[in-house]
């Protein structure tokens, strides 16, 4: 049977997709097929390139970073010596409340009636100081009055009448009436007075009775001179004794009525005592008026540092104070370093009390901007010289340089000998 025209067209156009479909996936199956050269090339690590960074032109400092718990610097006991008291020692006043400051040449508590003045010192009182007393109580006193600006006279450890004037001054700085002498020794400045009076009357007496004696021109008058001689000298005797007296008498510094305090101001902790209560031991705890920030080092990072120092306070919420280093005190196995701040504004005194706070001393620094590189660029030479590797033109470059203070990552380096080395230069770091 003979196929219609119509039919053999349908088989020539089937027969035509089916070719054009395998050569398709012929051609798709090509493009997937590579050779083991080039397979080898794709899966080939990336020719080695080198990581640079520019010089860079910064200043350095080398730091020591730690964190701090703020307190009141130094507290201490404050014990008033009542032993020179002949009544009780009733608390009648001037009781100061806890966060109250004790200012030197102040009074900080009133006992029967009278003062106890702060003073800065680091020797305490154990006795009443009065005109004649000598020692280093009296040197500590005589200094301290002269730093308050009330002239002591010489400053010596002679409690003497400058002394005692200047005592008077302090108590009237402190706006109370000075203590008054032992009754007995203004007695002997009566008693004394007396025998001025009587010796002038004698001497008086006596001039008369030689007067009388030459008036009536008698041949000796040895005995009325021998008079007015021993009533001169009885007279000079009596002088001599009433300034001794009146010396003695002078304003004393009772035991009772001064506390010595390391370091004033000072902000009060605890108070001890109350109105109408009687003294026994301390009667306050006190601590520096300071804030500040104790930070724990070791004895490696201890010897890098040294009172004085500047450091930076890190209060939070974008706040930072300046500080300096007060003191560094060995604490058992560990050193304790105290920061100050320099000064603190209200809202920063509220964030550092009682906080943790970041410190940071800054130890070393180039004091300006330098040269410097990261640390991983520097490589030793075969001379044990320091040395980074520059690239320019494409072509990498040993230059020697001096390595100086390293700190964060960062090195200062300065080119050695004729080596050039500028801002900005690449420098390999890797590859």
Do not use: C, H, W
């Not at 001064?258 to 004033?264: D, F, I, M």
């Not at 109408?276 to 601590?287: F, P, W, Y």
């Amino acid at each position: 049977m003979t196929a219609s025209p119509k039919s053999r067209r349908r088989v020539l156009v089937g027969v035509s997709a089916v070719a054009a479909v395998s050569l398709g996936v012929g051609v798709a199956a090509g493009s997937r097929i590579t050779s083991p050269e080039d397979a080898a090339a794709k899966t080939a690590a990336p020719k080695a390139s080198q990581i640079t960074v520019p010089v860079a032109k910064k200043a350095l400092s080398s730091k020591v970073i730690g964190r701090g718990d703020a307190s009141f610097d130094g507290a201490v006991n404050i014990r008033v010596e009542t032993s020179g008291l002949t009544t009780p020692a009733i608390v009648t006043g001037k009781v100061p409340a806890v966060g109250s400051t004790i200012t030197e040449g102040k009074a900080l508590l009133e006992i029967t009636g009278r003062p106890v003045i702060g003073l800065a010192g680091v020797l305490p009182m154990y006795r009443t100081l009065s005109p004649g007393s000598k020692g280093p109580d009296v040197l500590q006193l005589e200094q301290t009055l002269d730093r308050l600006g009330l002239d002591p006279g010489t400053v010596d450890d002679e409690y003497d009448t400058d002394t005692s004037q200047a005592v008077e001054r302090l108590y009237e700085k402190a706006g109370y009436d000075a203590p008054a002498p032992d009754e007995r020794l203004t007695q002997a400045v009566d008693q004394a007075k007396k025998q001025v009076d009587a010796a002038k009357n004698q001497l008086r007496q006596a001039r008369a009775q030689l007067k009388q004696a030459k008036d009536a021109k008698a041949k000796d008058t040895s005995v009325q001179q021998g008079s007015v001689d021993d009533a001169e000298a009885n007279l000079a005797d009596a002088q001599q004794a009433r300034s001794e007296a009146e010396f003695k008498a002078g304003t004393p510094l009772p035991v009772s009525e001064v506390v010595y305090v390391k370091t004033l101001p000072r902000r009060v902790d605890d108070v001890k005592v109350e109105r109408g209560g009687t003294v026994n031991g301390v009667v306050m705890s006190a601590s520096g008026a300071s804030l500040v920030v104790t930070v724990k080092v070791d004895a490696e990072t201890a010897q890098r540092l040294k009172a004085g120092m500047a450091a930076t306070l890190d209060l939070g919420e974008g706040t930072a104070v300046a500080a300096k280093v007060r003191r560094i005190t060995k604490n058992g196995n560990q050193y304790d370093v105290v920061v100050a701040p320099n000064g603190l504004t209200a809202s920063q005194l509220a964030l550092l009390r009682d906080a943790n706070v970041r410190v940071t001393i800054p130890v070393k620094s180039t004091g300006g901007k330098v040269l410097a590189v990261p640390v991983a660029a520097l490589s030793s030479g075969a001379d044990g010289g320091s040395r980074i590797e520059v690239l320019r033109n494409g072509k990498t470059e040993l230059v020697p340089v001096t390595v100086g203070l390293s700190a964060d990552g960062y090195a200062q380096v300065t080119p050695a000998g004729d080596a050039r080395l500028s801002e900005g230069d690449q420098v390999v770091v890797g590859r």
